[in-house]
Nanobody, 123 residues
Framework: QVQLVESGGGLVQTGDSLTLSCRAS????????MGWFRQAPGQDRKFLAA????????TYADAVKGRSTISRDNAKSTLYLQMNSLKPEDTAVYYC????????????????WGQGTQVTVSS
């Protein structure tokens, strides 16, 4: 079965940078679109960024556009999200997900999810 395992979360300070990783197995990683989402307590899961199978096309939510970069290494079956200038409102559990579509911004477009990694930004 498909497994996605996120890593790289932790406690950081306002203004810091962080790179999250998502290691995939059980599916031909290079054939599918991937996305990053986050969920803060009491809130819905929100789209952050997505990337197509080759990495040639990316899209970002306004909340992270300009200070985040999504990328992938198909040889390593790994997805990344680099985030800069972190703010307390970035505190959430961050999830990666895979889709049979080219990519998408809605959670329902994704069929497999990781367990999430906590990111906490202190002020």
């Amino acid at each position: 079965q498909v497994q996605l395992v996120e890593s790289g979360g932790g406690l950081v300070q306002t203004g810091d940078s962080l790179t999250l990783s998502c290691r995939a197995s059980g599916r031909t990683f290079s054939s599918y679109g991937m996305g990053w989402f986050r969920q803060a307590p009491g809130q819905d899961r929100k789209f952050l960024a997505a990337i197509n199978w080759s990495g040639g096309t990316t899209t970002y939510a306004d909340a992270v556009k300009g200070r985040s970069t999504i990328s992938r290494d198909n040889a390593k079956s790994t997805l990344y999200l680099q985030m800069n200038s972190l703010k307390p409102e970035d505190t959430a559990v961050y999830y990666c997900a895979t889709t049979k579509r080219t990519y998408g911004s809605l959670p329902v477009m994704y069929d497999y999810w990781g367990q999430g990694t906590q990111v906490t930004v202190s002020s």
